[in-house]
């Protein structure tokens, strides 16, 4: 059973970072691509980044030049790099791969 859970939320000034971790198990990381993900309270989830079993990496114009996505394949874990936070960014973290999601970590942006 593939299962993802997502770790390393919580609330941060603006301007702060935070680097989200997502822990994969039951699967071998490195046939799939793996994306961020999140949604904030009464909008849409929406797409954040995505880095591909390749290391090829995309982001939202949003959060371009902010937020860095890698990969441990060894580890079977994503990151989530996020600089220069703003309170738009706050929402919940969800990773992806595959069919399978996490059950997403709090963000919160806020002085």
């Known amino acids: 059973q593939v299962q993802l859970v997502e770790s390393g939320g919580g609330l941060v000034q603006p301007g702060g970072s935070l680097r989200l971790s997502c822990a994969a198990s039951?699967?071998?990381?490195?046939?799939?691509?793996i994306g961020w993900f999140r949604q904030a309270p009464g909008k849409q989830r929406e797409w954040v980044a995505t880095i591909s079993s390749l290391g090829t990496c995309n982001y939202a114009d949003s959060v371009k030049g902010r937020f860095t996505i890698s990969r441990d394949n060894a580890k079977k874990t994503a990151y989530l790099q996020m600089n220069s936070l703003k309170p738009e960014d706050t929402a919940a973290y969800y990773c992806?791969?595959?069919?399978?999601w996490g059950q997403g970590t709090q963000v919160t942006v806020s002085s």
């Open positions: 039951g699967v071998t990381l490195d046939y799939y691509d």
């Open positions: 992806t791969m595959g069919e399978t």
